[in-house]
């Protein structure tokens, strides 16, 4: 093994063990979550590393680094997240390699992703994604809608062709009512989880966590945790 394979492979099983850990406290069964390993700022020879350790499911947040680490890494079999916020004019790139776009946060964007999944004929699967510290009806700093504007988002990417409803994602707060308190965040998304699948039964993926909070997500219900520094190390900067 070389040096890093051997460091990722030590990470990932801390990762695994705190999930399993999480999953045991909460009286949920391990498999009720998918970790996600999110490689931005990581090399195209990171994510092979990754896909040689077992892991299954990459996201990144940034198109331009995305879509040439995503073509090196076709030969894979990894689905890709995308979770930043996302410019409908990269909408027809971020489609040629992402499953599943987390990060839906407004209905130009479902309009932008419809068009592209009809013209390639793949089916999107996409995530609304919350800010729980933006006002009602605003969208937050960092992306996301307000919770009430999730209902009209969902009914319209429900009625888009190409589109498939996943449920919700957020990230836990660093402002307003939540700042630091990541499971009332979580229990919060949770309780508007509840409500989407009442008029939609199959949204039921919970995208929450990360690697500082991941238990908290896993303890409130997540079905998808996000990880990247845990796994791949802190990276330079803040992004
Ligand atoms: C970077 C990022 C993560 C992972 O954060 P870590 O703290 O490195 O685990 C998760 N979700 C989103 C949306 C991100 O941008």
């Given at each position: 093994?070389?040096?890093?394979?051997?460091?990722?492979?030590?990470?990932?099983?801390?990762?695994?063990?705190?999930?399993?850990?999480?999953?045991?406290?909460?009286?949920?069964?391990?498999?009720?979550?998918?970790?996600?390993?999110v490689?931005?700022?990581?090399?195209?020879?990171?994510?092979?590393?990754?896909?040689?350790?077992?892991?299954?499911?990459?996201?990144?947040?940034?198109?331009?680094?995305?879509?040439?680490?995503?073509?090196?890494?076709?030969?894979?079999?990894?689905?890709?997240?995308?979770?930043?916020?996302?410019?409908?004019?990269?909408?027809?790139?971020?489609?040629?390699?992402?499953?599943?776009?987390?990060?839906?946060?407004?209905?130009?964007?479902?309009?932008?992703?419809?068009?592209?999944?009809?013209?390639?004929?793949?089916?999107?699967?996409?995530?609304?994604?919350?800010?729980?510290?933006?006002?009602?009806?605003?969208?937050?700093?960092?992306?996301?809608?307000?919770?009430?504007?999730?209902?009209?988002?969902?009914?319209?990417?429900?009625?888009?062709?190409?589109?498939?409803?996943?449920?919700?994602?957020?990230?836990?707060?660093?402002?307003?009512?939540?700042?630091?308190?990541?499971?009332?965040?979580?229990?919060?998304?949770?309780?508007?989880?509840?409500?989407?699948?009442?008029?939609?039964?199959?949204?039921?993926?919970?995208?929450?966590?990360?690697?500082?909070?991941?238990?908290?997500?896993?303890?409130?219900?997540?079905?998808?945790?996000?990880v990247g520094s845990?796994?791949?190390?802190?990276?330079?900067?803040?992004?």
């Amino acid at each position: 093994m070389t040096e890093r394979r051997e460091e990722l492979a030590a990470n990932l099983a801390r990762v695994e063990d705190r999930i399993a850990a999480a999953c045991e406290a909460a009286g949920r069964a391990r498999e009720e979550v998918t970790l996600i390993v999110v490689t931005k700022t990581y090399p195209a020879s990171d994510v092979r590393i990754l896909a040689g350790l077992g892991v299954r499911h990459v996201a990144e947040n940034r198109d331009q680094d995305a879509a040439p680490k995503a073509a090196a890494c076709a030969d894979l079999p990894l689905s890709w997240h995308f979770v930043g916020q996302l410019q409908t004019n990269k909408v027809r790139s971020v489609a040629g390699y992402a499953e599943m776009v987390q990060s839906v946060d407004r209905a130009r964007l479902v309009t932008a992703l419809s068009k592209e999944a009809v013209r390639t004929g793949r089916e999107i699967g996409c995530l609304i994604q919350v800010a729980l510290d933006a006002g009602e009806k605003e969208r937050g700093d960092r992306g996301g809608v307000a919770p009430g504007g999730i209902e009209e988002l969902a009914g319209l990417i429900a009625s888009s062709e190409g589109l498939r409803l996943g449920g919700l994602m957020t990230v836990a707060p660093l402002t307003g009512q939540y700042a630091g308190r990541q499971r009332a965040a979580f229990d919060r998304l949770m309780d508007l989880s509840t409500a989407l699948r009442r008029a939609h039964p199959a949204a039921t993926m919970v995208s929450a966590g990360m690697s500082a909070d991941l238990e908290e997500a896993v303890a409130a219900g997540a079905t998808h945790v996000r990880v990247g520094s845990a796994v791949l190390g802190v990276r330079p900067g803040l992004r």
